[in-house]
């Protein structure tokens, strides 16, 4: 079992202004890493997707730039964008609330100066509807997605996936459906890669009335329950957690239950954070990497480490780091959306 974390509150890094003035109603913040160590943080604002951009050691954002007007964006509750990057491609997906309940895909090449697309990733009309994904890029630059898909009676897990750097995505493939009829229905389900280019994506299920964390590993034959306990909840949380793997390709999992954050390997251990909700974690040279929320607050922490408050009143918060080191955490505060660079 990992060691728990010590509770020491330290002094926050300083943040940067990632949306300047007019952008105050810019929520969900997700974050991808170049080579170059630009740091891409994707959003929402009202029906409109956004870019902004940090290059290696500069100390302000880029002026946001417009990725595409939306009809009916997704956002809220950790729905809205998710970012990545294949070689040298950014791309974004996000959910259409309307009656098509599209997934769509948007690409740039030249370090999201403009956009091509959008694709449509689901592949029946309305699936996608709730709004609750995940998206990732492999080493050998295949991008994967998975959500919630609603094409058939109750909520069942799907994935798609790109080998040509978003331009196309591959025929929809059921991933898991629960024996009791559905999966939790609005947690967001979230996808990694290892180094060997195998895909392992976690959700919450919904089995015999608890609503617990499941991994399914690469050989997608069948889903493993995380922790010790279960859950028992007549509702959905809605609290996704995340999944990241370190150089030594060991793969921690943060995640919700009850009123606590945990974090796990791809079994029954697991190692107590504290209170709260909405978790994210990363692993960059020095290991793993967390971010939560506890009330309003948003806190930060290695395993066996010092706690950091990064926000006292903040929201959504997210956390990545490039192969080498770059580590990026970003969270919407009072304002607009704010990011800390740990290491550039």
Not at 34 to 60: F, P, V
Not at 87 to 95: E, M, N
Not at 240 to 264: K, P, Q, T
Request: proline fraction near 5%; aromatic fraction near 8%; include cysteine.
């Amino acid at each position: 079992m990992l060691p728990v974390l010590a509770l020491t509150i330290l002094i926050a890094p300083v943040a940067l202004d990632v949306t300047p003035v007019g952008f105050e109603k810019a929520i969900e913040p997700q974050i991808a890493i170049d080579h170059d160590h630009r740091a891409y943080i994707a959003y929402g604002m009202g029906n409109q997707l956004y870019l902004s951009t940090l290059g290696k050691g500069e100390k302000e954002f880029d002026r946001p730039t417009k990725v595409a007007d939306f009809p009916n964006l997704m956002v809220g509750m950790r729905r809205g964008p998710r970012i990545a990057i294949s070689g040298g491609t950014i791309v974004i997906a996000a959910v259409d609330s309307g009656m098509d309940g599209a997934l769509r895909a948007y690409r740039s090449t030249n370090n999201g100066k403009s956009w091509q697309g959008p694709v449509t990733v689901n592949d029946q009309q309305g699936s996608a509807r709730e709004g609750l994904m995940g998206l990732a890029s492999a080493p050998n630059g295949t991008i994967a997605c998975v959500w919630l898909d609603g094409r058939l009676r109750g909520t069942r897990l799907y994935y798609s996936e790109s080998r040509d750097m978003g331009a196309t995505w591959s025929r929809n493939r059921l991933v898991y459906q629960s024996p009791s009829g559905s999966i939790c229905e609005c947690c967001h389900p979230t996808i990694a890669f290892d180094s060997k280019n195998r895909a392992w994506i976690m959700f919450r299920n919904s089995l015999d009335g608890n609503r617990d964390m499941y991994l399914v590993g690469p050989d997608a034959q069948s889903a493993m329950r995380l922790g010790r306990d279960s859950w028992k909840l007549s509702a959905c949380p809605m609290d996704g957690g995340m999944l990241a793997f370190n150089r030594d390709g060991e793969v921690r999992a943060i995640w919700r239950r009850e009123s606590n954050v945990y974090l796990s390997g791809s079994g029954e251990n697991e190692t107590l954070i504290g209170p709260g909700k909405q978790p994210w974690i990363a692993s960059d040279t020095k290991g793993f990497i967390a971010v939560w929320m506890d009330g309003n607050r948003i806190l930060s922490a290695r395993p066996g480490g010092d706690v950091q408050e990064l926000s006292a009143n903040g929201n959504d918060p997210v956390v990545c780091a490039s192969p080498d080191g770059k580590l990026v955490l970003a969270s919407w505060a009072e304002g607009g959306i704010r990011a800390s660079v740990l290491s550039d």
